[in-house]
């Protein structure tokens, strides 16, 4: 049974460079999935993947399956995780009904920066990441999509998901904000 949900929520224009390394695609190929209502990983009928066939849908229908879920959801942007750190993070804790005292929280964002989950990963290894990925924690930057997206593939990103990224501040005026 559950209780809630924590749902952490990325602009899907650097979630489209993102995937497209750890699918081991290209960001064409990328940018069609996240599009795609119909997207599903591990979906090749010819071949065994190595993990269950998972559906996502297209990146706004994801978002909203979980928008329309009956249980309470608290929904964490990334940017926020990455920009005002503390205030997101107690945001989840008081939605998880922790008590947990700020110096805690704090030592909790600490342990768990994306230097200190590289710098596990290298030293350890990391369980979720994909056989066709160097690393699993590559880059984590907010606006890296700038550096990989055409204008044709971020406009269809935008076409396609413009409601749920208005809705989540990932977009003004047809703009992106990150």
């Not at 890296?144 to 990932?170: A, C, P």
Request: aromatic content about 10%; hydrophobic content about 35%; proline content about 3%.
């Amino acid at each position: 049974m559950s209780y809630g949900t924590v749902y952490i929520i990325r602009n899907p224009l650097d979630v489209a460079v993102s995937a497209s390394v750890h699918n081991g695609c290209t960001i064409e190929q990328s940018v069609k999935n996240l599009n795609n209502n119909k997207f599903a990983l591990a979906d090749k009928k010819n071949s065994l993947p190595d993990q269950l066939r998972q559906v996502l849908l297209s990146w706004s229908g994801h978002v909203l399956s979980w928008m329309n879920s009956p249980i309470p959801i608290c929904f964490l942007r990334y940017e926020d995780m990455k920009l005002d750190s503390f205030n997101t993070f107690k945001k989840a804790v008081g939605f998880m009904e922790l008590n947990k005292p700020d110096d805690e929280i704090r030592k909790a964002i600490d342990k768990s920066s994306f230097d200190n989950l590289q710098k596990q990963e290298k030293e350890k290894g990391f369980k979720e990441k994909s056989r066709k990925a160097e690393a699993f924690f590559r880059k984590g930057e907010i606006g890296d999509w700038r550096n990989h997206l055409n204008n044709t593939q971020v406009n269809s990103i935008i076409d396609h998901h413009k409601d749920v990224m208005e809705k989540f501040g990932y977009i003004k005026n047809g703009k992106s904000v990150f």
